[in-house]
């Protein structure tokens, strides 16, 4: 059974800074892409960043230039580090990760980290 296992999430104030990380297990396949997407209460999940197996990273534009994203030395692994961080970052953070193969997309997702950003 694949599960993601979410860490780092928690309170923090504003102009701070929080590491997110992420981990596959139940899988031998190496994830295509994974990421990190967020829900804030009454609002639809959003993209927050990606990177791909081949290292090509996308971020919402709401993040660009204070987050960084990235696959760590062990497989199935991603890092969301996020600096000056804003009260209205605060949100579920959900790991995603999915395995593209040739007939099929499987898309797996994590139980989701609070975080919270204080004013």
């Known amino acids: 059974q694949v599960q993601l296992v979410e860490s780092g999430g928690g309170l923090v104030q504003a102009g701070g800074s929080l590491r997110l990380s992420c981990t596959v297990s139940?899988?031998?396949?190496?994830?295509?892409?994974m990421g990190w997407y967020r829900q804030s209460p009454g609002k639809q999940r959003e993209l927050v960043a990606t990177?791909?197996?081949?290292?090509?990273?996308n971020f919402a534009d709401s993040v660009k230039g204070r987050c960084t994203i990235s696959r760590g030395s062990a497989k199935n692994t991603v890092s969301l580090e996020m600096n000056s961080l804003k009260p209205e970052d605060t949100a579920v953070y959900y790991c995603?990760?999915?395995?593209?193969?040739?007939?099929?997309?499987?898309?797996?997702w994590g139980q989701g980290t609070q975080v919270t950003v204080s004013s």
């Open positions: 990177i791909t197996s081949g290292g090509r990273t």
């Open positions: 139940g899988i031998i396949a190496n994830m295509n892409v």
């Open positions: 995603n990760a999915v395995l593209q193969l040739t007939t099929r997309t499987y898309d797996y």
